[in-house]
T-cell receptor
Framework: GAVVSQHPSWVICKSGTSVKIECRSLDFQATTMFWYRQFPKQSLMLMATSNEGSKATYEQGVEKDKFLINHASLTLSTLTVTSAHPEDSSFYIC??????????????FGPGTRLLVL | QKEVEQDPGPLSVPEGAIVSLNCTYSNSAFQYFMWYRQYSRKGPELLMYTYSSGNKEDGRFTAQVDKSSKYISLFIRDSQPSDSATYLCAMSTDSWGKFQFGAGTQVVVTP
């Protein structure tokens, strides 16, 4: 149980294009979803937290107009990187929780999406 | 200064040895301490979490938290090659608080 999938697993795009990454909870309803970014040799950094049907809450320093997050249903969240640039190349990981708290034991991570912007 | 510091390794141990991992942190408000295992090209998988100070054991894994020293540890007994992965520590102030992760320690268990 508690499986989170991401699609695509990797993507290469040209600078200036937009890329959409999907995150799905396969066997539970995700009340809360999270998007993280991980650069090589660095820690996962939370980008934003979203609740189904609400606007995402972005962390300080994350451009909400560049990283569009949609949590339209209890099993799907999408992250769109608009006008991607090489510095956006990173490993993007989503996680999901069926609850609004107790995240220390109920946050389940997806396998990640590796984005390379040329 | 990073809120959570973790030695990136790699840490190489022979099969059967004890793996000792640790993280230090600066925010005394952290109350929840988690350890995740991450295999290459996979997402993190929760191993254990601890609330406040103390020890917690689960099979071959033992987690320790020393809040007075702002230091947490994870021990893996009787290590196996399948334990080869990156181990991440994470912390939060509340059960609904955002996680602060360490950079992860790469562990290699050699047969």
């Amino acid at each position: 149980g508690a499986v989170v999938s991401q699609h695509p697993s990797w993507v290469i795009c040209k600078s200036g294009t937009s890329v959409k990454i999907e995150c799905r909870s396969l066997d539970f309803q995700a009340t809360t979803m999270f998007w993280y970014r991980q650069f090589p040799k660095q820690s996962l950094m939370l980008m934003a937290t979203s609740n189904e049907g609400s606007k995402a809450t972005y962390e300080q320093g994350v451009e909400k107009d560049k990283f569009l997050i949609n949590h339209a249903s209890l099993t799907l969240s999408t992250l769109t990187v608009t006008s991607a640039h090489p510095e956006d190349s990173s490993f993007y990981i989503c996680s999901a929780s069926p609850e609004q708290n107790r995240w220390q034991e109920t946050q389940y991570f997806g396998p990640g999406t590796r984005l390379l912007v040329l | 200064q990073k809120e959570v510091e973790q030695d990136p390794g790699p840490l190489s141990v022979p099969e059967g040895a004890i793996v000792s991992l640790n993280c230090t942190y600066s925010n005394s408000a952290f109350q929840y301490f988690m350890w995740y295992r991450q295999y290459s090209r996979k997402g993190p998988e929760l191993l254990m979490y601890t609330y406040s100070s103390g020890n917690k054991e689960d099979g071959r894994f033992t987690a320790q938290v020393d809040k007075s020293s702002k230091y947490i540890s994870l021990f893996i007994r009787d290590s196996q090659p399948s334990d080869s992965a990156t181990y991440l520590c994470a912390m939060s102030t509340d059960s609904w608080g955002k996680f602060q992760f360490g950079a992860g320690t790469q562990v290699v268990v050699t047969p």
